[in-house]
């Protein structure tokens, strides 16, 4: 049934990813089982520009959901007035347009308390009514799908399960929708998904899914029921629920801080490791940072005042801080530090440089031949060293020619001539003269 369902809303839609096409499908169901649970998540679909497939999505979804209030700009009298004659889900176009005003011209507070307060089973709102201002309690819970540009208030945000819608690419084909056209398939299914629904009731309502890792508070609220439906629908579906609440719980976490967190992650780095910095000091630095707009907020940049009271909520006021020997006022890092820790994500720590790798190896086995028997080594016999004597050869006298060997100079002057071989000359052995000239009684 489920798979039905998707193939039918992606014949008309295209949307950012599988996980948001699961979403959708599983808010669908989870629209004819809302009286069973304990809440309702509302399923926002938001993009920056125009034209990107969001109020196409909630003209598919009016065909398939029960007892459906598609509304551009409805009153809030009236949309309360409308969940007090029966249940209905409610289907909110060009939101952008209700919560985007400010000031004196916001009158959509009580619409938004509906929506906040709509998501639990059996909320109320109470309001005065007719002459005699009798006070009535309207019920207000109810399913919900919103649709429009920019972002919903922080309140909304954290109570839906977000889409961020774009523009269809050219490759991205999809059917024209003709509601006169459409409209029949849709309702037999829609009629179809409500039998199921009915015999599943009581298996989803007393469900108690188990969330994904990571997956906690309000976040695991928005998401209980949809993963109950997946659960009782079985096959690939409790699977495919998972893995798209993960990434669209990482979508929602992704969005833009509020002005306060962005205000408290600027000032964490501004302190870095210092104790103590003077409010000028830290305003300076706050309005270099590019991508922050404390430089011009509302047309001038933050100053003392608008600095302490934007930390004012979070319990951080300033005192007087002593810098380069002087008292000026300021803040310490040990007031911060609590606000810090319960408001930002924790600073990663820094990762240890890798390990260097260990040359490449083959990985093919060296081939060592297999033996039974490894011989043992031969002994072989040391050296005989040869003995020692003390037999020293006998040197033959020379006989002494009377005069100092320093002083013996050869007689002979002239070539050989015998064999006419130079004149005896004195050299590093001795007198060196050929053997005619040695016979003739010159010194060796």
């Not at 919903?152 to 523009?167: G, K």
């Not at 998401?223 to 699977?239: F, I, R």
């Not at 297999?370 to 006298?397: H, K, M, N, Y």
Request: net charge negative; aromatic share 6%; glycine share 6%.
């Amino acid at each position: 049934m489920l798979d039905d369902v998707r193939t039918f809303i992606e014949r008309f839609v295209a949307f950012p990813s599988v996980a948001a096409l699961i979403a959708v499908v599983l808010w669908v169901a989870h629209a004819h089982l809302v009286l069973v649970g304990e809440n309702s998540p509302r399923l926002a679909m938001l993009s920056p520009e125009p034209g990107s497939g969001k109020t196409r999505t909630l003209e598919v979804l009016e065909l398939l959901v029960p007892n459906p209030m598609f509304a551009l700009s409805a009153s809030t009298p009236a949309t309360f007035r409308s969940l007090m004659k029966a249940s209905r889900v409610l289907l909110f176009d060009e939101v952008d347009a209700i919560f985007g005003k400010r000031g004196a011209e916001d009158s959509a507070e009580d619409l938004r308390a509906l929506l906040n307060a709509g998501h639990r089973r059996g909320a109320t709102i109470p309001r005065c009514v007719g002459p005699t201002h009798d006070v009535v309690n309207f019920p207000v819970f109810a399913a919900a799908a919103l649709a429009g540009l920019g972002d919903l208030p922080d309140t909304l945000m954290t109570r839906s399960v977000i889409i961020r819608m774009r523009r269809r690419l050219a490759s991205e084909e999809v059917e024209p929708f003709r509601r006169r056209l459409h409209e029949p398939h849709g309702s037999v299914l829609r009629d179809a998904l409500a039998v199921w629904c009915a015999t599943v009731s009581d298996q989803v309502g007393a469900a108690w899914p188990e969330m994904p890792d990571g997956v906690t508070d309000r976040p695991a609220d928005v998401w209980e029921p949809l993963l109950a439906v997946a659960d009782a629908a079985g096959g690939h579906w409790p699977e495919s629920a998972r893995a798209a609440c993960v990434e669209l719980v990482k979508v929602n976490e992704s969005r833009e801080a509020s002005l306060g967190v962005k205000l408290l992650s600027d000032l964490r780095a501004v302190f870095g490791d210092a104790d103590a910095l003077s409010t000028e000091t830290i305003l300076a630095c706050l309005c270099e940072i590019e991508e922050s707009p404390w430089d011009d907020l509302r047309g001038k940049p933050l100053d003392a005042r608008g600095l302490a009271r934007r930390l004012r909520p979070y319990e951080v006021t300033s005192t007087k801080v002593k810098v380069d020997n002087k008292a000026l006022q300021g803040y310490r890092r040990e007031h911060l530090w609590d606000t810090f820790a319960r408001y930002l994500p924790p600073i990663a720590e820094k990762a240890e440089p890798p390990e260097p790798s260990e040359p490449c190896r083959s990985e093919t086995e060296p081939e060592v031949p297999f033996s039974d028997e490894v011989p043992e080594p031969g002994i072989q016999a040391e050296p005989i060293a040869p003995p020692l004597t003390r037999d020293v050869p006998v040197v033959p006298q020379v006989p002494h020619s009377g005069r100092s060997e320093r002083t013996l100079v050869p007689t002979m002057t002239a070539a050989c001539p015998v064999c006419q071989a130079p004149p005896p000359r004195r050299g590093s052995l001795g007198i060196i003269a050929c053997e005619h000239q040695l016979a003739a009684g010159l010194p060796a």
